[in-house]
């Protein structure tokens, strides 16, 4: 490349008049070899500006000469020359970029779905010449979206729409694998690929609502049912308990009658503390009120017990 610059600045200079030998003596011969030196200043300065070119970090170049047309050499980062006006540089960028795309399909179920992927995505650096001479500068735009959404909905309409769900790490996964796949045939790199939007239409989002509902309905349900059978077990047991109780009791009054004693007194003292409690003044019988336990009350009682045994 250098040797090729020195060979045109040599060219170039020689082509440039530094004075003719017709010319008479003097004024004029002078103006005329600083002209020519002037003219040849100004095209070696345009051609050592012109005959280099800086590839910045995480960048990479191709060459197109305008005769002989792309080059196969790919230029790295960093200084490298070219030949002026004959050779022009085309800059790739190489580092990681992302390609957002929100399509809507339809899952196994014919279920539509609306359903984002992002990619991130960079040129394969040793096939930046294939690259440049079939799909150009734009190489991103011209491929990703179309192989994005075909691969997307190959994918979906191979799951239904709650496996969408349930299985979204499995569907990315297979969005990635086919993805990837056809990027390579256009030397294009896939480091990632996700999902970052999932939703269906209005009317498969209300029929999920109402099966939720029902569902908690059922399982309300149940927990009454259960409750109620419960509540049931309990009141039997409790009419279990209360009719073994009174059972005992009427055993208990039948073999020792001082058994009534003992209760007429319980509920004496109760009902004292009751009467005693209050605020108002009670006029009522003392044996309405169990309260006589010092008159012949237990004399009565004991004599119906009798005359009914």
Partial sequence: MAQQFRETMQRM???????????????????????GFAVTAAALGYGAYHSVF????????????????????????????NVPWFER?????????????????GSKDLQMVTMGVRVLHKPDPAKLVWIYRRLGYNYDERVLPSIMNECTKAVVARYNANE????????????????????????????DVALTHLSFSPEYAKAVE????????????????????????TIVTKAQGEAESATLIGTAVKKNPGFMKLRRIDAARE???????????????????LLNLLGDADEKFEKSFQRRR
Avoid at 61 to 77: H, L, P, Q, S
């Fill in 13 to 35: 200079a020689r082509n440039v008049p530094g004075g003719t030998p017709s010319m008479p003596p003097g004024g004029g011969g002078s103006l005329a070899s600083a002209a």
């Fill in 54 to 81: 800086t590839v910045q970090g995480g960048h990479r170049a191709v060459m197109f000469n305008r005769i002989t047309g792309m080059k196969d050499r790919v230029y790295g980062e960093g200084l490298n020359f």
């Fill in 89 to 105: 540089p085309i800059v790739y960028d190489i580092r990681t970029r992302p390609v957002n795309l929100q399509t809507l399909t």
């Fill in 164 to 191: 969408l769900l349930t299985k979204r790490g499995e569907v990315s996964a297979d969005i990635s694998r086919e993805l990837s796949a056809r990027a390579a045939k256009f030397h294009i790199r896939l480091e």
């Fill in 210 to 233: 109402a099966k939720q509902v029902a569902q908690q309905d059922a399982e309300r349900a149940k927990y009454i049912v259960i409750g109620a059978q419960q509540e049931k077990k």
């Fill in 271 to 289: 009902i004292a503390d009751i009467v005693a409690a209050s605020g108002n003044k009670v006029y009522l019988n003392a044996d309405s009120l």
